[in-house]
C-alpha cells in the first residue's frame, strides 16, 4: 500500500489546526478501504430531548473505493425539528493508513467537508484519525474527531467529539455489540461535565451476500443519555449496498 500521500495528507490537514454538533444519525467510521468498491447508503435517525421535543436527520450517499488506500462518498442531508427540509451537502473522504494486523491496531483517517444549507453557517471541517482493534471474535474501535466551521457569521472554536463500537463477530448476517457517540467542547478547553453530551447503548451489525461484489450491510443502535447535555434517547440506523 502507498502510504506516502495518506501521510502528506494527514500532517496538511492537522496543520490548518480545525462546534461539534451531532447529528441523530451519525454513524461509527472504520478505517478499511475496498479499492473499486461502490456503494449506495442510506443513514436515518431520530432524538428525542427529555421536554418530548424530537430531532430527525437522514443522508443519502454514494460512495466509490478510488485506490487501496482512499475511499470517497458524496451526500445529501435533511433534517426534520417541526418541518422536513434539505440541510446540508457533504463530501467524506477516509484514508488508509496501515495495512491490517501491520500494527498494533488498524488506523486511518477521516477527513469531512460540509456546505450547509443555511450559507452563514458557512463550512464545517471535520477530522481526526481513526483506530481498529481485534480482541478475538470482539472488534473494537475509537475515532477521536475535531470540528470547525469555516467563513461561518460567529466565530465558532474547534470543539472536540469521540466516537467509539465493540462488536461480537458470532455470525456475518447477526452481530452484535455496543456503540456511544459523544461531544466535550473546546478541544482545548473542555466544557463543564453538564455542558457535555454523551450517549451510548446496544447496537446490532450484520452483512448479506447477494452474489459476486453484491453485498447488504446494516448497522442500528439504541442510544440512551448519559450526561445532561444529550437526549434522552437516540434511535439510528444504516443500510449499504454495495457493489
Known amino acids: 500500500m502507498k502510504r506516502s500521500p495518506a501521510r502528506f495528507l494527514l500532517l496538511a490537514l492537522l496543520s490548518l489546526a480545525p462546534s ?18 461502490r ?12 421536554e418530548g421535543q424530537r430531532h430527525s436527520a437522514a443522508s443519502l450517499a454514494f460512495g466509490y473505493g478510488v485506490t487501496p488506500w482512499w475511499a470517497t462518498e458524496v451526500y445529501g442531508k435533511w433534517n426534520r425539528s417541526d418541518a422536513t427540509r434539505f440541510d446540508a451537502f457533504e463530501w467524506e473522504n477516509r484514508f488508509q493508513l496501515s495495512e491490517p494486523g501491520q500494527y498494533f491496531a488498524d ?9 450547509p444549507r443555511d450559507r452563514a453557517e ?20 475509537v475515532n477521536v474527531l475535531l470540528e470547525r466551521h469555516y467563513r461561518a457569521d460567529a466565530p465558532e472554536a474547534t470543539e472536540l467529539g469521540y466516537q467509539w463500537q465493540l462488536k461480537y463477530r458470532w455470525r456475518p448476517a447477526f452481530e452484535f ?3 456511544g457517540f459523544g461531544e466535550v467542547g473546546p478541544w482545548n478547553d473542555w466544557a463543564p461535565a453538564h455542558e457535555q453530551a454523551h450517549v451510548l447503548g446496544p447496537a446490532i ?4 451476500g447477494l ?33
Open 177 to 179: 455489540g455496543a456503540q
Open 205 to 208: 451489525f450484520g452483512k448479506v
Open 122 to 141: 458557512g463550512y464545517e471541517l471535520r477530522l481526526g484519525p481513526l483506530m481498529q482493534k481485534d480482541f478475538g471474535p470482539v472488534q473494537a474501535n
Open 107 to 115: 488506523f486511518g483517517l477521516l477527513v469531512e467537508l460540509e456546505r
Open 20 to 37: 461539534a454538533h451531532a447529528d441523530p444519525d451519525d454513524y461509527v467510521a472504520t478505517p478499511a478501504v475496498e479499492y473499486g468498491e
Open 211 to 243: 452474489g459476486g461484489r453484491q453485498v447488504v450491510r446494516y448497522d442500528a443502535a439504541v442510544l440512551f443519555r448519559m450526561s445532561s447535555a444529550a437526549p434522552a434517547r437516540t434511535l439510528r440506523a444504516q443500510i449499504e449496498y454495495e457493489f
Open 39 to 50: 456503494e449506495i447508503e442510506l443513514r436515518l435517525g431520530t432524538a428525542t430531548a427529555t
